[in-house]
């Protein structure tokens, strides 16, 4: 089976190489920005490293028992550490758990595999644990970590991994990937690249959602009508955004990318680069916006709703956090023409 990853050929000819027996490491870190497709490759590493029916070395059939569990991360060899509910970050209590696994002989696979994915979210007392396993690590066991960089990581931890930098494909090229994969039309295979800014993890997510673009255009439409709103108006939206308590930090999360793209957006139009929008299909309203602002507000709207989505993630109060943001928008007399 080929490995099916788009735009990372280099990536997978190194590893299916490092697969094959050659010249393979303890311990893999795949860097790069969130939906490029880093977990995936992990897992496409994963089945090549332990798929007993592989056609060919470094390969993997993806049709055994052992393929398919791990792609479900369900493999009994294969440790998956991710951060416990009720915390944000992995706790040095779970690398201690998974140096007792990894201790182990594997169960059933030629290697135990740990996949410890968005690694950026470690504790320095977790990081710490982990790095004395990367320094003394067991026989036929392999470590894949992601994280967003490697610069947020101890350069002790990234000094000990093969490290895979992998980089938005482009525009024009996730475009005709997604429109001869999935059978969207070419006007929302556009799109979808440009939102996705050539990361095709993201770009797959929205072409699979058949709501999500209809849902990111209410929410721009929604955003657009409150700059020229009252601010009771403007509660309101927010007051929406946080009805659903359970699911309200993620969702406001979506909100919150979805505001900042546009603001970065308006600070290219107000700064005059030669950048390409995410919002292609709103350039109208973000041109309109432009020009209602200087660079200095534009880069300051950008810098607020980034700093709005770190307070999120460090688990703010949501509803204060928009009410707050909100307060900080510009207020314009006429509204922003959408028609």
Not at 297 to 310: G, P, S
Request: charged content about 25%; hydrophobic content about 45%; overall charge neutral.
């Amino acid at each position: 089976m080929e490995w099916q990853i788009f735009g990372h050929d280099w990536a997978v000819n190194l590893l299916r190489t490092h697969a094959a027996g050659e010249k393979l490491r303890h311990a893999y870190l795949f860097v790069g920005p969130e939906g490029i497709g880093r977990r995936t490759l992990a897992l496409r590493f994963a089945q090549a490293l332990n798929c007993r029916q592989a056609p060919t070395p470094g390969a993997f059939c993806g049709i055994c028992r052992d393929c398919r569990q791990t792609f479900a991360m369900q493999y009994p060899d294969l440790s998956l550490v991710v951060p416990e509910e009720g915390h944000k970050d992995i706790r040095i209590d779970q690398i201690r758990s998974l140096q007792h696994t990894l201790a182990l002989a594997p169960y059933a696979a030629s290697y135990r595999i740990a996949l410890l994915p968005d690694f950026q979210y470690v504790t320095e007392q977790a990081e710490n644990a982990l790095l004395k396993t990367l320094e003394e690590p067991p026989g036929r066991v392999v470590l894949l970590l992601t994280a967003l960089s490697p610069e947020g990581l101890l350069p002790t931890i990234v000094s000990r991994c093969e490290v895979i930098r992998l980089r938005p494909a482009l525009i024009s090229d996730a475009k005709k990937f997604l429109a001869s994969e999935y059978g969207i039309s070419i006007e929302n295979a556009d799109l979808i690249a440009h939102l996705s800014g050539g990361r095709i993890g993201a770009a797959i997510r929205l072409a699979q959602d058949p709501n999500a673009l209809s849902e990111r255009k209410a929410h721009l439409l929604a955003f657009l009508e409150s700059l020229s709103a009252r601010r009771h108006e403007r509660f309101l939206l927010a007051e929406t955004l946080n009805k659903d308590r359970g699911k309200a930090r993620e969702s406001v999360h979506e909100v919150l990318s979805i505001w900042l793209s546009f603001w970065r957006d308006v600070f290219v139009r107000c700064s005059g680069a030669e950048i390409k929008l995410v919002n292609v299909d709103f350039s109208p309203q973000v041109d309109y916006v432009a020009a209602m602002m200087g660079v200095n507000e534009a880069r300051d709207m950008v810098i607020k709703h980034e700093k709005a989505l770190h307070q999120l993630d460090a688990y703010a109060n949501v509803r204060l956090l928009l009410e707050t943001l909100m307060l900080q928008w510009p207020t314009f007399t006429e509204p922003v023409p959408v028609g």
